[in-house]
């Protein structure tokens, strides 16, 4: 609710014009859009053919998916200009103020797998292997994480690092957010390629059933698609709703077809992320000048910012030193036009009494810029919630375009399973150790945590930090190496 007090001056032939002015400034505008849109559509139209030669001549893998995810990412922002032209063709031009604009951020983005025990655990059963990217959009700002692979079975997630940064988005702004994943296949896995297959037909099965098969095999070699396919595994859509300064879990729904369920990427159903909003108002000065307090004989500088009104004595202090005085300026605040002297009032509720600051401009336009900016930041804080409470971080644009290796398991909704339950239904051991207490001891259990076990039999105070599966040591970019820190598995 506002509780918003104006005088209204009656319309006269300045005021006119300045509505007309006002009108061809936001035409102007548009148009200047428009061409921006256009050069990106021409800028975008170069890069799916430039993307598209390269990709035909790629004999690797790592530049074949890398090619392919640019293509698909051109093609998704051609398709995002096009659909803003024609919403542009069909709405007309807002005019006037439409709501202030903030920075959008989404980063800590973390996909759960859904594994098998025998997958995961027993390096068992499940070969499959993919590489897997997202795309975010809001409008028509599109940006896509860095590539991860290979995703298998011994990863319980996929952490991108990337932080995606969207600029000037307005409160009721949506996130959409789309998993995109391919089905490595090459000689060392034991999904084999299909010409592999074709060649080994006549020693595997009978001659009738081989030259049907191998004529689907060769109708797919054929089909003139140009190296990998990346399919679309999940999508998600992200609102002011679940902006937040923590990282939290937000549903995903999962793009499953009969045809592409062996291509399927075990997702869990859920993902986590940060998703962050920072209004323009928050960092930069909405409205600043001097103004006269009612009960001061000289001028103070004042600047609106941040849902606050703060003073000091001059411009100079303003720069140095902090405010003297600070008064809220929020969804709640009553801002009214005095008759007399160019006064504007501003009042807040506080512990059931009302604390009002009265100051005067020199003149009558003044006093209008005054209360158009002080009125608009009131909405402001309404429209932006959350973001407008509490100041949150936007981090900076961070991407890595390079991760062709196993990223470094960075925990997941495994860490807080506990290791071992308890058989005594009367006991409650609330100390029974985790996974990270397991990491963070390195991989030493004490006695008293295994006490609830020790009716099932004996048991090692010492468990091993890797599995049979990831034993050997995995060489990241940097050049140093790691292993994988999962403790179950025994030794074979």
Not at 30 to 51: A, S
Not at 419 to 430: A, P, Q, T, V
Not at 470 to 480: D, I, N
């Amino acid at each position: 609710m506002y509780r918003i007090q104006l005088y209204i001056v009656p319309e006269d032939s300045d005021t006119c014009q300045g509505m007309h002015g006002v009108k061809n400034s936001t035409k102007t505008m548009n148009i200047h859009k428009d061409y921006e849109l256009e050069q990106k559509m021409e800028f975008e139209m170069k890069m799916r053919e430039g993307t598209t030669r390269l990709l035909a001549a790629c004999k690797h893998q790592t530049q074949s998916l890398q090619a392919a995810k640019s293509l698909l990412t051109s093609n998704e922002r051609m398709t995002a200009y096009i659909a803003e032209l024609h919403r542009k063709s069909r709405e007309p031009p807002q005019i006037g103020w439409n709501g202030g604009k903030a920075r959008v951020s989404l980063s800590d983005l973390r996909l759960p797998l859904m594994w098998r025990d025998t997958d995961h655990f027993k390096n068992k059963g499940d070969y499959r292997r993919f590489a897997v990217f997202c795309l975010a959009k809001i409008g028509t700002q599109l940006y896509d994480t860095s590539l991860m692979f290979p995703v298998d079975r011994s990863m319980t997630d996929v952490t991108f690092n990337d932080v995606l940064l969207f600029e000037n988005v307005g409160p009721d702004f949506k996130l959409d957010l789309e998993v995109y994943a391919h089905v490595l296949r090459d000689d060392f896995s034991i999904a084999s390629t299909p010409r592999k297959i074709k060649n080994t037909l006549h020693s595997s099965i009978s001659r009738t059933v081989g030259k049907k098969l191998a004529a689907t095999l060769r109708d797919e070699l054929n089909s003139g698609k140009i190296g990998p396919s990346f399919e679309l595994m999940a999508s998600a859509k992200l609102t002011l709703e679940e902006v937040d300064d923590r990282v939290h879990t937000h549903d995903m729904k999962i793009e499953c077809t009969q045809e592409n369920r062996n291509n399927q990427l075990p997702l869990f159903g859920h993902f986590c992320c940060r998703l962050a909003a920072q209004p323009q108002c928050t960092s930069s000065p909405v409205y600043s000048g001097y103004v006269r307090p009612r009960d001061e004989s000289s001028s103070s500088w004042a600047n609106l910012q941040a849902f606050e009104l703060s003073i000091w004595s001059t411009e100079e202090e303003a720069k140095s030193q902090p405010p003297q005085k600070t008064f809220r300026v929020d969804r709640n605040t009553v801002i009214r036009a005095l008759k007399i002297n160019n006064e504007i009032e501003i009042s807040n509720e506080s512990e059931k009494r009302t604390v009002s600051f009265i100051f005067s401009v020199e003149n009558g336009e003044e006093k209008g810029n005054w209360l158009k900016y002080l009125v608009q930041h009131t909405k402001e804080h309404y429209k932006w919630k959350k973001a407008a409470e509490n100041v949150m971080e936007v981090q900076l644009l961070e991407t890595n375009r390079h991760s062709f290796v196993k990223p470094e398991r960075q925990g997941s909704l495994y860490d807080e399973t506990p290791l071992f339950e308890s058989f005594d239904k009367s006991s409650h051991d609330k100390n029974r150790p985790t996974v990270m207490d397991m990491f963070s001891n390195g991989g030493q259990v004490s006695t008293t945590s295994l006490s609830s076990c020790s009716s099932t039999g004996s048991m090692s105070h010492n468990l091993r930090s890797n599995s049979s599966s990831s034993s050997s040591s995995t060489v990241s970019s940097s050049g140093t190496q790691r292993r994988s820190h999962w403790p179950f598995s025994r030794k074979t």
